[in-house]
């Protein structure tokens, strides 16, 4: 309409900058200027941070937007992370598509989810989600506390179905305030490793198949790089398991070019997961023994790798994937120990940095753009792994403020 293209700011600002070039006036037409821009700056930082828009007879207006006029920015973006729907609102939304197979960020609240906000909440290492052996619960002192039954062992419940019904009843309570902090994760779980033994994990990555699917979703949702991205068919390939055909179709071939790229890499880090399965009928998460989908159509090639424990070993570590800065030991036991060698590596620290731009900036950030997700990754590591900062960091971006 033309009306308001009459109002556009981009074109009035236009004019007042050829003005102030032209005349002494630019002293006083700066100021309203800069006070604009810094009243702008504070509702888009709050509301990137917060989830909602900021009260117009909110305190924390004036107090962000002279933090802004001062150059403090990072401090603005504290007050904004303060209230409790950074928690209940944002750092659920950058937590909810990595904890299901559809990667949707409007899932019911689950054990996963609570653990990201827990974990944001309390200012831990991140690198814990990926490891720990502890859970968030619902606090039963809360007064808006809605669930049944008022104890941690309705979360602890063998029954993933207690679990389920025990987030779903504390959904949209103020997480913030009253989600609990307990350990162990589960009594029935030894292998214990924050978000990747969660039933929310389990439910979408372990029931069925062959435990490949959890291997290849923790890469993709954790390091943001997928089994395609990572294939490799210049590795050894003595892990490759018996069910995988050396000769798919009658060609060997194949099985060179494309099956053992993934296969390689795949299989070999699979093995964390032997002790894992998940089936709705008996519910069992963990057990003693290797579960039978580890060994299954093992006619199809005897020759190949037989799983007798829950050891791993990384083979992805050369030519693209050197890529991924890995740090440590690439090998291990179990679920915990492989969480701790994904969540150290490089990759780890940049994947949150893209998810955390993703989340605040409401866009995938450009190729242009790797060095900024670079520093984000820098500063992310640097604070000690804390999702809380990472976040603030973002919002600070001048890229995500609109300067
Ligand atoms: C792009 C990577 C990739 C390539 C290439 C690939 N696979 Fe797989 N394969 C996977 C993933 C990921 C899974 C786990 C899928 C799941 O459980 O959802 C899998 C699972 C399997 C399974 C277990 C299926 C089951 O659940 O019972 C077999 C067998 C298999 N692949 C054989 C092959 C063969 C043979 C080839 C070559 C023709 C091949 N794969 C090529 C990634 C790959």
Same mark, same amino acid.
């Given at each position: 309409m033309e009306t308001?293209?009459?109002?556009?700011?981009?074109?009035?600002?236009?004019?007042?900058?050829?003005?102030?070039?032209?005349s002494l006036h630019v002293v006083f037409l700066a100021v309203p200027d800069a006070l604009?821009?810094?009243?702008?700056?504070?509702q888009r930082l709050f509301n990137r941070l917060a989830g909602y828009p900021l009260p117009l007879n909110d305190p924390r207006r004036s107090q962000m937007q002279s933090l802004i006029e001062q150059g403090r920015v990072l401090d603005a973006a504290r007050i904004a992370s303060q209230d409790d729907n950074f #928690? @209940?609102?944002?750092?659920?939304? +950058?937590?909810?598509?990595?904890?299901?197979r559809a990667e949707s960020?409007?899932?019911? #609240? @689950?054990?996963?989810?609570?653990? +990201?906000?827990?974990t944001t909440r309390d200012n831990r290492d991140a690198r814990e989600l990926l490891s720990g052996n502890y859970l968030y619960i619902g606090n039963s002192n809360d007064p808006s506390f809605r669930s049944s039954c008022t104890s941690p062992s309705c979360s602890y419940s063998p029954s993933p179905m207690a679990t389920q019904a025990h987030f779903t009843a504390i959904d949209r309570t103020n997480l913030a305030k009253h989600l609990l902090r307990i350990q162990p994760q589960r009594p029935d779980i030894s292998d214990a490793a924050g978000v990747l033994t969660s039933y929310a994990w389990a439910e979408s990555f372990f029931s069925a198949g062959t435990n490949r699917r959890a291997t290849a979703y923790a890469l993709q949702e954790f390091l943001c790089t997928s089994i395609q991205e990572m294939a490799d068919t210049t590795l050894s390939d003595y892990r490759v398991r018996r069910d995988v055909d050396r000769a798919p179709g009658g060609d060997a071939n194949t099985y060179q070019t494309e099956c053992r790229g993934c296969h390689t890499g795949m299989d070999g880090l699979s093995?964390?997961?032997a002790h894992f399965d998940y089936n709705p009928d008996n519910r069992i998460l963990q057990s003693a023994g290797i579960r039978g989908k580890m060994n299954q159509n093992n006619a199809v090639f005897p020759g190949g790798h037989i799983t007798v424990d829950n050891s791993w070993v990384n083979l992805f570590t050369r030519n693209q994937n050197a890529a991924l800065q890995w740090r440590g030991s690439?090998?291990?036991?179990?679920?915990?120990?492989?969480?701790?060698?994904?969540?150290?590596?490089?990759a780890f620290s940049k994947c949150m940095a893209k998810r955390a731009f993703f989340r605040i900036c409401?866009?995938?950030?450009?190729?242009?753009?790797?060095a900024l997700i670079n520093g984000l990754k820098e500063k992310f590591e640097a604070s000690g792994y804390k999702l809380r900062a990472l976040l603030e960091e973002t919002a600070t971006l001048p890229v995500c403020l609109g300067e």
């Open positions: 308001n293209k009459g109002f556009s700011p981009v074109k009035v600002a236009g004019r007042l900058a050829s003005i102030c070039i032209l604009a821009d810094s009243a702008s700056k504070a #928690l @209940n609102l944002t750092v659920r939304q +950058f937590a909810a598509p990595m904890s299901n960020p409007r899932v019911p #609240l @689950n054990d996963f989810i609570a653990m +990201f906000i827990g093995g964390a997961w690439m090998t291990g036991r179990g679920v915990s120990e492989f969480g701790t060698m994904l969540a150290n590596s490089g409401h866009r995938e950030p450009e190729s242009s753009e790797a």
